[in-house]
T-cell receptor, first 114, second 114 residues
Framework: ETGVTQSPTHLIKTRGQQVTLRCSSQSGHNTVSWYQQALGQGPQFIFQ???????GRGNFPPRFSGLQFPNYSSELNVNALELDDSALYLC?????????????FGEGSRLTVL | AQSVSQHNHHVILSEAASLELGCNYS??????LFWYVQYPGQHLQLLLK??????LVKGIKGFEAEFIKSKFSFNLRKPSVQWSDTAEYFC????????????FGGGTRLMVKP
């Protein structure tokens, strides 16, 4: 059983730039969600994708966008980066929108915005 | 809007001590409740969950949690902790049919001294 993998693990950007983070979901999972975890805080839900369509969004501005591909892998794009976007970005996958109640998380991509 | 509060940010215990981590939530409807754990250097993983039925749920590694609806609480307990329980613990909640859209608390960092 392949777990959730994310890339890159670390990256540094400057304010105003754009970033793309990638996630490969666990084998057999068709739902992917993204979370932002600022230092010392719990993860905050950004959005989820189910069968290639956005299916729920948290309180994040439109410059946070995403994609899910036919193989259920996913991308998170953030435009016009701000200093407060510095955080650990977590991807989580599940089957059928997490009805079993268990999300499988990757180890995250740590983004630093200077 | 739903929210989750974890009142203890840092807890230090000696091995064999009993553990109780507090979690209170605010949500206007039927909820599903979770505890996730993040061991040092590892990804977030599910410890236990409550959907319905017996309000006392048992999870992995001897952990249990009790849902008290009248108190909007879902406290995590373990009778005797081990050094290997050193980790960060997150309480989370979502509504029915909310899929992967979890609201997390701020986390409790537990250190168990050998």
């Amino acid at each position: 059983e392949t777990g959730v993998t994310q890339s890159p693990t670390h990256l540094i950007k400057t304010r105003g730039q754009q970033v793309t983070l990638r996630c490969s979901s666990q084998s057999g999972h068709n739902t992917v969600s993204w979370y932002q975890q600022a230092l010392g805080q719990g993860p905050q839900f950004i959005f989820q994708y189910y069968r290639e369509e956005e299916n729920g969004r948290g309180n994040f501005p439109p410059r946070f966008s995403g994609l899910q591909f036919p193989n259920y892998s996913s991308e998170l794009n953030v435009n016009a980066l701000e200093l407060d976007d510095s955080a650990l970005y977590l991807c989580a996958s599940s089957y059928d929108m997490g009805r079993s109640g268990e999300l499988f998380f990757g180890e995250g991509s740590r983004l630093t915005v200077l | 809007a739903q929210s989750v509060s974890q009142h203890n940010h840092h807890v230090i215990l000696s091995e064999a001590a009993s553990l109780e981590l507090g979690c209170n939530y605010s949500y206007g409807g039927t909820v599903n409740l979770f505890w996730y754990v993040q061991y040092p250097g590892q990804h977030l993983q599910l410890l236990l969950k409550y959907f319905s039925g017996d309000p006392l749920v048992k999870g992995i590694k001897g952990f249990e949690a009790e849902f008290i609806k009248s108190k909007f609480s879902f406290n995590l307990r373990k009778p005797s902790v081990q050094w290997s329980d050193t980790a960060e613990y997150f309480c989370a909640v979502n509504g029915n049919n909310a899929g992967n859209m979890l609201t997390f608390g701020g986390g409790t960092r537990l250190m168990v001294k050998p």
